[in-house]
């Protein structure tokens, strides 16, 4: 089987705070890099998944257009080795299952456990990066099927 990994975007690569109120219009573009994010995806794109890394992300067409300008501002696609062509967006949380079936992901990392849970007939390795509390509370049930990880540091070691 080839290895495909999958990996949200907001507050696993782009990093907002847990508490913070919705993005009014261009704060997206302010926004911070999560911690090692880049780095990190660099190393697993040359070290294990190659050209095989797909950002998947759940938003509205606003957050869409202004996720692909901090994308390409950041320079993101440049420093981690990631196809621009390998990013894909839907609207509805349950919608990343379909994407993650069509595409062949065999890895994914994501924020929230809900949309995990939505993975778990597909995906055969799913990855809970910084959860919320009170989301891990809501859909506990899924948290045996998961693995938690705290860090992009953590997280690379784990695949690496």
Same mark, same amino acid.
Request: proline share 4%; net charge positive; glycine share 4%.
């Given at each position: 089987m080839i290895e495909k990994l999958g990996v949200d975007i907001g507050r696993v690569i782009i990093d907002r705070p847990r508490d913070a109120p919705r993005a009014q219009t261009g704060d997206a573009l302010l926004a911070d890099v $999560?911690? =090692?994010?880049?780095?990190s995806l660099h190393r697993l794109a040359? /070290?294990?998944?190659? =050209?095989?890394?797909?950002? $998947?992300s759940k938003?509205?067409? !606003?957050? #869409? /257009?202004?996720?692909?300008?901090?994308?390409?501002?950041?320079?993101?696609? =440049?420093?981690?080795?990631?196809?621009?062509?390998?990013?894909?967006?839907?609207? #509805?949380?349950?919608?990343?299952?379909?994407?993650?079936?069509?595409?062949g992901i065999t890895h994914f990392v994501d924020d929230r456990l809900e949309i995990l849970g939505y993975l778990t007939k597909t995906v055969k390795r799913l990855y809970?990066?910084?959860? !919320? *509390?009170? /989301? $891990?509370?809501?859909?506990?049930?899924?948290? *045996?099927? $998961?693995?938690r990880v705290e860090s992009w540091k953590e997280m690379t070691d784990e695949l690496l």
């Amino acid at each position: 089987m080839i290895e495909k990994l999958g990996v949200d975007i907001g507050r696993v690569i782009i990093d907002r705070p847990r508490d913070a109120p919705r993005a009014q219009t261009g704060d997206a573009l302010l926004a911070d890099v $999560v911690p =090692d994010a880049i780095i990190s995806l660099h190393r697993l794109a040359t /070290e294990r998944f190659h =050209d095989r890394i797909f950002l $998947v992300s759940k938003c509205g067409a !606003r957050r #869409q /257009e202004e996720t692909l300008l901090w994308l390409i501002k950041s320079r993101f696609y =440049d420093l981690t080795g990631i196809w621009p062509s390998h990013t894909y967006f839907c609207r #509805q949380r349950h919608e990343k299952a379909d994407i993650c079936r069509n595409l062949g992901i065999t890895h994914f990392v994501d924020d929230r456990l809900e949309i995990l849970g939505y993975l778990t007939k597909t995906v055969k390795r799913l990855y809970l990066f910084r959860p !919320r *509390p009170d /989301e $891990v509370q809501k859909f506990i049930q899924f948290l *045996p099927l $998961v693995r938690r990880v705290e860090s992009w540091k953590e997280m690379t070691d784990e695949l690496l």
